[in-house]
């Protein structure tokens, strides 16, 4: 099963191509790099780490 790349941050719905940069935790929420960091790379829907999205080509 292939990641999802979600195409928006689900905080400020900034939009996010597949090639940018963003960040995920294990359950694939997604954020911008400018919310993430205001979270401190902490998920607020589960508590985990956000970690950055492998790019796809």
Not at 25 to 41: A, H, I, P, Q, V
């Amino acid at each position: 099963m292939a990641l999802l790349m979600k195409p928006e941050c689900e905080k400020c719905h900034q939009t996010l191509p597949v090639d940018a940069v963003a960040f995920i935790c294990s359950y694939e929420c997604t954020f911008c790099d400018g919310c993430s960091l205001e979270m401190k790379n902490i998920c607020p829907n589960c508590s985990g780490e956000l970690l950055r999205r492998p790019r796809r080509k």
